[in-house]
């Protein structure tokens, strides 16, 4: 299925209604910093009697009050249970307006290890996800501690939580059992568009899959992120075993996805333990024997080596940037799995939990480095070293606005801080093919400007996306707009437009569209579903009815494909469907292959007739508007005897109706549309309001 998009324009729209807003959005927050201590004597012996005087807390140089002190022994757990939570649970919470962690959140993880098993078979081969499934099987049956309640994640063509955290062994083995070897064929790292030292498999070109390796290598860093975030509610620190066949990097990936990963773990006071399951390696000259031959002259050069090496180690470089800026530790050229886990239980055996409140309250998003230092002299700390501080829009960095963006488009909880308005239609340009006019309305009143050289000027942030019956993504749009004017006092009375369009073929679309406003960082999203008929199985074949109540020249970069910019002019369609009594409505609509009668209008039409040919077609057209039951007006009788648009078989008609004779108040419009010489009808109706 094609798909295209079309910025048409952007505009104030005169006169425009102004939907009323109501403000009433809570927010709730709580910035608690915690920090997990670990204490050793001389000798390396866990020290478990620590008080809070004991600690001294810094955040960049600044002395912290510490509010919050915990102590998590999991050698206090001196049996196993069937111990089971869920606080992986992706089911919408009750309470969506609080923020922080749940009353129960601690009690219930007291002295628990928690312990995540994530497992990447995106990039895994069957062979690679059989030693991580094994590896994770003798850990269940031979290491697990009574302490520990473990989880089990998978990364496949989704994000699956496979078992919530559980201390059953039957549970969890049979969560590893039914992962699928063959989950991640598919999803493996592609090649850069080179032939040169590349696998001879008779294929007659390589494709640059550049692009898709750097949306693999993202969704993975998004994945971890929000298995991070959905965990930030419990303050036990959290331990996430990621298996892997190593994280390739092209050096062109999306770098806030790594900067939000690990940031987003370390405000969740979790740690990424990273294994690399291909264990350790002998890279052979040329490659491994099960591997097709490689072209060119480079496999036989000692570069071919360097290369090899330094291309394992660009998969291992992500590994070790995760482990070690989240407190965690990265396992790699080792073919000993039980160490990871071995390492997690040592390092989650006794630790200290302590909260205190930034006296920093700036939400800049800068790094901050944390120092814990201790009253008792001889002992040795461990703890993470720093976080990023939370940060407001105006601090937020591009590639965070743009993901934000993209997270609120994807997210099944839209945003309404700023009111947002949607109108689409549909008119035929080919074969089954139909252009989609799509028209955003954001009201003036709600677009903060700044002024700047005798100027008032503001941004928004637009993007969007269309999905079909089965949900998959068939068009898209982004886009800023900048918006200059002489006097914001006037802008806030009217409404702001933005005119877009897809390029879809017939069938049922879900759109979405997110705005932002770039000086307070308010978003608003608008959903609707919308179906483009199958015209073929239509007796009268006809498009959507655009009104309006502006028809403004047409810029020089139009989209060609726009049935409504025709002869330089531009109708420009209404979202809201207010008028006023001054205006004039125009009405816009076409009418396609209509019935051909060449030789009488008793004959019945000529149903086969050539591309483009519009003798004896008899189209009639008029409009009536009803309040109520009462006819208020109707318009002249309007008649086309020729195709005006023959390139797509269409008769296009653009109706004006003065509203200077209407009443103040609601309207139904009925469009009159009469085939006279094939003998069909038909009758669409709209709601409209007049205003004084």
Known sequence: MSKCIAVVLLLVLLGSYVPSQTDYTFHAETELVLVNVTVRDKTGKLVRDMKPEDFQIKEDGKTQQIVSFDIENTDAVA?????????????????????????????????????????????????????????????????????????IVSLGSSLQVEQDFTSDHALLNKALQALNPGAGQGFEEGSTGTTEGTPDTGGSFTADDTEYNIFNTDRRLEALRSVAERLSHVQQKKSLIYFSSGIDRTGIENESELRAATNAAVRANMAFYTMDIRGLQALVAGGEAQNASLRGTSPYSGQSTLNALNSNF???????????????????????????????????????????????????????????????????????????????????????????????????????????????????????????????????????????????????????????????????????????????????????????????????????????????????????????????????????VVLANQIQPAKNNHNKSDPLIRDGSEIIPSVTHVFSTGQHLYLYFEVYDPGHDNHGRETGGNDNPKAGDDSGIRLLTNIAFFQGKVKAYESPLQEVKELNARDRGAAVFQLDVPLTQFKPGFYTCQINVIDDAAGRFTFPRLSLLVRQ
């Open 79 to 151: 049996t196993t249970d069937v111990a089971q939570a869920k606080p992986l649970d992706t089911s919408p919470p009750a309470a969506p307006n609080t923020v922080g962690p749940r009353p129960d959140a601690n009690a219930e993880f007291k002295d628990r290890r928690l312990i995540v098993l994530f497992f990447d078979l995106s990039g895994m081969e069957p062979d690679e996800i059989d030693h991580s499934l094994t590896a994770a099987e003798n850990y269940v049956t031979k290491q697990m501690a009574p302490a520990d309640l473990v989880s």
């Open 314 to 544: 660009t998969t291992q470089e992500t590994l070790v940037t995760l482990a070690a800026d989240t407190g965690g530790r990265a396992f790699l050229d080792s073919n000993d799995f039980s160490k990871v886990f071995k390492g997690v239980q040592d390092d989650t055996s006794t630790y200290y939990v302590i909260g205190y409140h930034s006296t920093n309250a700036a939400r800049d998003g800068r790094y901050r480095r944390i120092t814990v230092s201790l009253n008792r002299p001889g002992m040795k700390i461990e703890f993470r070293r720093g976080y990023y501080a939370p940060a407001d829009y105006q601090h937020a960095t591009r590639d965070d606005r743009e993901r934000q963006l993209e997270e609120e488009l994807n997210s099944d909880l839209p945003a309404t801080d700023l009111p947002l308005y949607l109108a689409a239609g549909y008119f035929r340009i080919g074969e089954n093919k139909f252009f989609v006019p799509v028209s955003l309305a954001v009201p003036g009143s709600q677009i903060p400007f700044t002024s700047n050289s005798n100027q008032d000027k503001a941004t928004l942030d637009v993007i969007g996306m269309a999905l079909d019956s089965n949900k998959r993504q068939v068009g898209d749009m982004r886009d800023t707009v900048k918006l200059a004017v002489n006097a914001s006092t006037e802008v806030k009375r009217k409404n702001v437009q933005y005119d877009s369009g897809f390029i879809l073929i017939a069938g049922k679309y879900h759109l979405k569209f997110v705005v932002r406003e770039n000086q307070t960082g308010r978003m608003g999203s608008f959903e609707t579903d919308i179906e483009i008929p199958d015209l073929k199985t239509h007796p009268l074949k006809m498009s959507s």
